[in-house]
């Protein structure tokens, strides 16, 4: 029950759907029944178990990636408002593509995810006080990356947690 509730938590903030959550979080379980003999032990079942989820997770974008049309009308009617935060969302993960795969993880598992440090050192079997780092320079890193570029968005906390969703779709 308390793996299953992080590994739905660990999926929810990654796809934003209840439905696809429960869907892989369930997939999870019995691909680790199944690979259960292949379990070494050198982390924690939590690490072993989001591992699965994660890579259940990329596949499910794969396969999303093969079935999606690309909808040109949709785009052109949009509105300006709706372009403004659209442009925003694009030069804030332009940026975060800048930071290493770690520190771009702990970020989102923080921000999208809502997962305290101590629970994204256990998902990525490292300690509390490196997630916190992470996500400090991550943060710092955006802010320099801001700057660089010109980037009129600022990259706060807040502004992160709105746009960062968004890099999933």
């Known amino acids: ?11 929810f903030s990654l796809c934003r759907d209840a439905d696809l ?17 292949s379990f070494r032990g050198d982390c924690t079942p939590q690490v072993w178990l989001c591992a699965i989820a994660k890579r259940l997770w990329y596949k499910e974008l794969e396969r999303r990636k093969r079935n999606v049309p690309l ?14 935060q659209r442009e925003g969302r694009l030069a804030l993960y332009r940026a975060m593509q800048q930071l290493d795969p770690d520190t771009r993880e702990v970020i989102h598992l923080r921000l999208a995810g809502d997962f305290s440090f101590r629970d994204i050192g256990d ?3 490292r300690s509390e006080v490196w997630a916190r780092v992470r996500f400090y320079r991550g943060k710092e890193e955006l802010a320099r990356i801001r700057e660089v570029t010109g980037m009129e968005h600022k990259l706060d906390c807040c502004v992160v947690r709105d746009l960062l969703p968004a890099y999933l779709e």
């Open 1 to 11: 029950e308390q793996h299953a509730q992080l590994v739905y938590r660990y999926l």
């Open 21 to 37: 959550a429960e869907e892989l979080c369930q997939e999870t379980f019995c691909q680790s029944l199944r690979q259960l003999g």
């Open 71 to 84: 909808e040109e009308e949709h785009l052109a009617g949009q509105a300006a408002p709706e372009t403004e």
């Open 123 to 125: 998902i990525l079997d």
